[in-house]
């Protein structure tokens, strides 16, 4: 099991900039795929981008694509999403994921870190 605990979030005006990290801890980080994913309030959590063991590979929901990037430090086992032009919508909690395969389920989760937008 990893343990994963988020961290950046706050509340920013509509157009501006936060970057989340996800600390990892508990396996090698390295050879699992990371993910973030969102849940507003009264709305179903979502995903919001991906990211391969080795970083080469990243997938977005179409509503964040050209506006927020996903990365990682496998050195120093963290997990970024850099969130550009934001807009009040992606108002949410932000969870941080591992899954040990490139596919399914995802396996651990953070607890999730506060993100709101102001217009």
């Known amino acids: 099991q990893v343990q994963l605990v988020e961290s950046g979030g706050g509340l920013v005006q509509a157009g501006g900039s936060l970057r989340l990290s996800c600390a990892a801890s508990?396996?090698?980080?390295?050879?699992?795929?990371m993910g973030w994913f969102r849940q507003a309030p009264g709305k179903e959590r979502e995903f919001v981008a991906v990211?391969?063991?080795?970083?080469?590979?990243?997938l977005y929901a179409n509503s964040v694509k050209g506006r927020f990037t996903i990365s990682r430090d496998n050195a120093k086992n963290t997990l970024y999403l850099q969130m550009n032009s934001l807009k009040p919508e992606d108002t949410a909690v932000y969870y941080c994921?591992?899954?040990?395969?490139?596919?399914?389920?995802?396996?651990?989760w953070g607890h999730g870190t506060q993100v709101t937008v102001s217009s």
């Open positions: 994921a591992a899954r040990r395969s490139s596919f399914g389920s995802f396996d651990d």
């Open positions: 508990g396996r090698t980080f390295s050879t699992d795929n």
């Open positions: 990211i391969s063991g080795s970083g080469g590979t990243e």
